[in-house]
């Protein structure tokens, strides 16, 4: 705390993400990255990026990526918004849609930087909680409310909400956005951009950080009517023109257009989560339903931050959640198969200790 520091930075709960050490040799499973690495394709088209051009502004409106974002979803670019990362496109949801007079809506158990935009923006919010089964429940969000917002599964559960599911809370909330936060949706969900042409009050959010393995580059979008996008170029162009660099626009391109390797790696993840979550029963692990590249597991017999830190002193880090109603909870990021071997063979050292 300093004499310098504003009211609104004073009041602030700054998002921790998670730890990135630099340990060789570390099978790290803790942030949700995607082992494979970015397409080769978009590599190269970074690479051709680089050079003289860097000396010019980048197109402020990511016009080319827009276009490749939308004949891969077979949408308009005028219903498409791009940011520097899927976070920095909630921040400006959070200010532009979600700061309404009445609470908006998210569940209890969800990506903790929501709560972290509400304080930043001061927008008041109502948490709802899940299920027994760590499920969203629609109908208890049908109350007054000024905006919803959860992914899509979500969040550190990996749980899928289904369709008819999102349909029935846009219809019972005719007068709210409703944003999904389709992070994960890529290994194995079903997504909701074929609702926005029936739904005014629907944004669908997807980031390249985790399907397409290029959390290091920095690139988001929102999909949505073009009322809710406007509403977004309007915060975005009252806080940075450019959010996109030239290499960021250049290499979500290149990605974007390369279909089979997205198709071979999103399936290679797919199939070693179902390897890994037959192994983990296997061990007495209660596994929660998956859809995304990790997966929340308990032991009934182990404390999961003990768990925890016996893998580390294995070199294999895992999220652990100090909250509330997940604190015997592990989140496993789906690495290669080779990362899940190692992860079995230290867990079962860990677990006959
Ligand atoms: C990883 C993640 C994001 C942020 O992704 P970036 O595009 O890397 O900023 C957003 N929402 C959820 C639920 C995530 O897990």
Redesign the pocket.
Known sequence: MSRFWSDVVKGLKPYVPGEQPRLANLVKLNT?ENPYGPSPRALEAIRAATGESLKLYPDPNAEQLKLAIGRFHSIDAQNIFVGN??????AHIFLGLLKQARPILFPDIT?S?YPVYCGLYQVDFETIALADDYSIRVGDYAKPNGGIIF?NPN?PTGCPLPLTDIERLLQSNPDSVVVI?E??VDFGGASAIPLIAKYPNLLV?Q????SRSL?GL???FAVGHVDLIEALERVKNSFNSYPLDRLAIAGAVAAFDDRDYFDKTCQAVIASREKLVKELKALGFEVLPSVANFIFVRHPQHDAQESALALRRRSIIVRHFKLPRIDQFLRITVGTDEQCAALIAALKEILSS
């Open positions: 949700n990362g899927s976070d920095e496109v909630l990506y930087f992914p969040a936060d992070a994960y959010v980031t390249l950080s985790k959390a920095r690139v988001g």
